[in-house]
């Protein structure tokens, strides 16, 4: 049975796209971990180095792998649950598996499609297309730093950090600001007239 795993990377993020990696293992999975530079593991639970290397020895696996993104123009216009099931749906069509397991807990109308809440701690698939989209989302970010430095996303990956906030109340936001998501956050973060 082709498995396929799939998760997003970006989805609390103040700034930048949200990417999602989907991933098929053609081996056996007992046998993935020995062929990795180091431990495959959520990718929240990896340096920045230990992330890259990972990536970086795709190209001598047996794994295929696709990435999306979904804008931030879109986000701002469809909104983050939209944008969510979105890229999800778009990588699910564009790959051919039997079975696809999603990270978190959203709900498919598609029967090949399953949910694991925790996915990127317990199933190898989920675990590199967590570690895959993280590392194209944080490059992408850096970029995109090096055109509005005053940010910080070289940093904090678009991400609502408090330099991040404090350099939008500075600056404003820009194009790749998700500005209804960021309105929300700060109007629950500090009170009126701060």
């Not at 990417?19 to 056996?28: G, K, L, Q, R, S």
Request: glycine share 8%; proline share 5%; net charge positive.
């Amino acid at each position: 049975m082709k498995i396929c795993g799939l998760d997003e990377c970006g989805r609390g993020a103040f700034a930048g796209p949200l990417v999602a990696a989907a991933v098929i293992i053609n081996c056996d999975l007992e046998s993935i971990p020995a062929l990795l530079p180091v431990p495959l593991r959520d990718s929240k639970k990896l340096t920045e180095i230990q992330r890259n290397k990972i990536v970086a020895s795709l190209p001598k696996l047996p794994v295929i792998y696709k990435i999306a993104e979904i804008s931030v123009s879109e986000i701002n216009q469809f909104g983050m649950g939209w944008a969510n099931r979105q890229i999800f749906d778009n990588l699910i069509s564009g790959i051919q598996a039997n079975l696809f397991i999603v990270d978190g807990n959203l709900k498919f109308t598609n029967p090949a499609v399953r949910t694991l809440i925790k996915g990127d701690d317990k199933c190898y698939q989920v675990m590199l297309a967590s570690i895959i989209a993280k590392v194209y989302r944080d490059n992408l970010m850096s970029k995109l730093h090096q055109d509005f430095p005053e940010y910080g996303w070289d940093r904090n990956s678009g991400y609502g950090t408090a330099e991040h906030i404090q350099a939008i109340k500075q600056f404003g936001q820009n194009l790749h600001h998700r500005s209804q998501y960021i309105a929300s956050c700060l109007s629950r973060q500090w009170p009126r007239g701060v």
